[in-house]
């Protein structure tokens, strides 16, 4: 099974601030045959269900805002926020598929 | 709208049964394969099933292989989770999800419900 581990566990970013989340796999999630890494980011804030924001590790989901960017190949990737927003504030998980799905622990990301 | 919702959950004794359901709406719902994901309370998120478009597919977490069988009815627009021999570990909001691209495993999960809470407790 692929383990995700993402850093850090919680993040204080003031506001119009970088946020910076990463995550890594124990294995790589880049499948050369068509030059995609097999990996997601969403967004969960309280009481609801995640919301997807990344998906090939790159490629921003329809309706998320250009502040959001996910970069990253092979074991390491990273999402970006890059002016930190009130509605901003929430947990952020990665996810693989290039096997069986999982997903990081999360990271919260709070105001400073 | 594209939207899914659950149903079904609640509180069960330590080797009870519970099922699931998700419906469907706002999309070609045969063209999708979809998920069931949970999430124990205040911790991360767990897939546990998948099934294919037309049904014909299942997969499952070791976590619950065995123990819950996945379904879906395309011509009602549902899906289904049968939980047998559940146990306290199985506490969680349960998710369904449906799979970004049509007709692959390979994506992410672009639309959740709101959740279904089911307690294992005696």
């Known amino acids: 099974d692929i383990v995700m581990t993402q850093s850090p566990d919680s993040l204080a970013v003031s506001l119009g601030e970088r946020a910076t989340i990463n995550c890594k796999s124990s294995?790589?999630?880049?499948?050369?045959?068509?030059?995609?890494?097999?990996l997601a980011w969403y967004q969960q804030k309280p009481g609801q269900p995640p919301k997807l924001l990344i998906y090939?590790?790159?490629t921003r989901e329809s309706g998320v805002p250009d502040r959001f960017s996910g970069s990253g190949s092979g074991t390491d990737f990273t999402l970006t926020i890059s002016s930190l927003q009130a509605e901003d504030v929430a947990i952020y998980f990665c996810?693989?598929?290039?096997?069986?799905?999982?997903f990081g622990q999360g990271t919260k990301v709070e105001f400073k | 709208q594209v939207q899914l919702v659950e149903s079904g959950g609640g509180l069960v004794k330590p080797g009870g049964s519970l099922r699931l359901s998700c419906a469907a709406s706002?999309?070609?719902?045969?063209?999708?394969?979809l998920s069931w994901i949970r999430q124990a309370p205040g911790k991360g998120l767990e897939w546990i099933s998948y099934i294919s478009s037309t049904g014909t597919n299942t997969y499952y977490a070791d976590s619950v292989k065995g123990r819950f069988t996945m379904s879906r009815d395309n011509a009602k627009n549902s899906l289904n989770l049968q939980m047998n021999s559940l146990r306290a570990e199985d506490t969680a909001v349960y998710y369904c999800?449906?799979?970004?691209?049509?007709?692959?495993?390979?994506?992410?999960?672009?639309?959740w419900g709101q959740g279904t809470m089911v307690t294992v407790s005696s």
């Open positions: 706002g999309f070609s719902f045969s063209d999708y394969y």
């Open positions: 999800a449906r799979l970004r691209d049509s007709n692959t495993w390979y994506d992410g999960f672009d639309i």
């Open positions: 996810q693989q598929y290039y096997g069986t799905p999982s």
């Open positions: 090939w590790a790159s």
């Open positions: 294995q790589s999630l880049f499948f050369s045959s068509n030059n995609k890494n097999y």
